[in-house]
């Protein structure tokens, strides 16, 4: 696990989970408190491997804020570039645990704290120290944590860091799902580490194909590697010069919450200190077989923080 920092920008929130399926919050004999948010999650990701990270973004100043950055704190993440907001309240998401499984959030952001983040409030000091900076995109909705995340983005590329995008879609934010489409695409070649999983390689190219050709349509010349998680079928990468799949690690799963979140950080802590690992085939192999098993020992234990492993975790379901 690499030494340099891992700057993630984004939301951090609380979600509230019914302790049942296929029943809405309010009907639910219980709920947890969860907290998470992808940009978060991904710092802790990796810190909890023994990685260095920072979150950046905006929390309200109210009890749940400052619960989400002792949470931070306590795992080890740089908290120097959060800020607080005086005014609007931290984010909040209402689970619905659908039948299926799947689940159907509602927000509370009108608007939310993180959403409230400007230009000026960023820690420059700290965003240029990043070798790598990492987001994702409910930031880029509204203004004005539009125009701090595209700021944030330049400074850190400007100061050589790696950029990694995972779009993390959560249609309910985005006023239509052509907007998050469109908004979506419109950074889409600001990046030079791109995660999508299936879902989101269906929803950005309009087609339910997961091949070669479909994923391809979204490479950018810009890109130095581009990655579809296929959730319990591993993932697939995309380089200049190679691609191919990485089988996955086969485990009793419970809650996949996070499994992306911890691939991301498990990738970006391998790479943090040497970028070129991704030029190199067999290197890459061996960084994304750790990722795989991250996100599998994710996905074997409930909610998203309490679910992401250690580097031993994932070393032991490596080795066997
Ligand atoms: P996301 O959470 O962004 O939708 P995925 O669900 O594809 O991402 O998970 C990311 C990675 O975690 C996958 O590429 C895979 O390696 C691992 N993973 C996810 N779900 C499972 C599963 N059910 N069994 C084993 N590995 C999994």
């Known amino acids: 696990t690499g030494n340099g920092l891992i700057v993630s920008f984004g939301e951090m929130l609380i979600d509230f989970v019914p302790t049942v399926s296929g029943v809405s919050l309010a ?16 710092a802790i990701a990796v810190t909890r491997i023994g990685g260095k990270a920072a979150f950046v973004g905006k929390l309200g100043d109210d009890e749940f804020g400052h619960m989400l950055a002792g949470i931070l704190r306590e795992n080890g993440v740089v908290c120097d570039g959060i800020s607080f907001d005086t005014g609007a309240r931290t984010a909040l998401a209402f689970v619905t645990l659908r039948a299926d499984g799947e689940r159907e959030f509602m927000f509370y952001r009108n608007p939310s704290a993180d959403m409230l983040l400007k230009p000026e409030e960023l820690n420059l000091e700290l965003i240029r120290s990043a070798k790598v900076f990492h987001y994702g995109s409910i930031s880029l909705i509204v203004e004005p944590c539009r125009s701090a995340h595209l700021k944030a983005m330049q400074v850190a590329k400007d100061a050589g860091a790696l950029l990694s995008y995972d779009p993390n879609l959560r249609l309910p934010l985005w006023p239509s799902a052509k907007e998050a489409r469109e908004q979506i695409l419109s950074i889409w070649d600001k990046a030079d580490v791109v995660k999508v999983s299936d879902v989101e390689l269906e929803f950005l190219t309009g087609s339910d194909k997961i091949t070669d050709e479909n994923a391809l349509s979204l490479w950018r010349p810009t890109m130095k590697l581009l990655l579809v998680t296929l959730g319990e079928k591993g993932c697939r990468y995309y380089t200049k010069h190679f691609r191919g799949s990485v089988d996955p690690f086969h485990v009793k799963t419970v ?9 991301v950080g498990a990738l970006l802590s391998k790479i943090v200190d040497d970028h070129s690992i991704i030029e190199d085939e067999p290197r890459l192999r061996e960084v994304l077989k750790f990722a795989n098993a991250c996100g599998a020992i994710t996905t074997a234990k409930k909610g998203a923080i309490p679910a992401l492993p250690a580097e031993a975790d994932a070393l032991q379901l490596i080795n066997g």
């Open 27 to 42: 009907e639910a004999p219980g709920f947890l408190k969860a907290p998470g948010g992808a940009p978060a999650n991904v």
């Open 255 to 263: 809650d996949t919450t996070g499994a992306g979140d911890s691939f």
